[in-house]
């Protein structure tokens, strides 16, 4: 069992959540879901995952709050 299984496995890498700070804390909504779900959208410039709460839209393109444009 590996990455496709539902069972966590000890090959697994663990989750860091600390490395978007603008995604959900939440292990239920992981990038595919808030994608597939119209929660959040890419930022265009560092192609992270961000929830909509968050990003910033100038002239149709989103931006992440670390590369919002003034």
């Known amino acids: 069992m ?3 299984s539902r069972k966590p ?3 697994d890498p663990p989750k860091d959540l600390s490395d978007n700070p603008w995604m959900s804390k939440d292990d239920c909504l992981d990038r595919v879901t808030v994608l597939l779900n119209g929660l959040g959208s890419r930022c265009s410039i560092c192609k992270r995952v961000i929830m909509n709460r ?3 839209c100038k002239d149709g393109i989103y931006y992440c709050p670390d590369h919002k444009p003034k």
Do not use: D, K
């Open 2 to 4: 590996g990455f496709g």
């Open 9 to 11: 496995n000890s090959n």
């Open 54 to 56: 968050h990003l910033t």
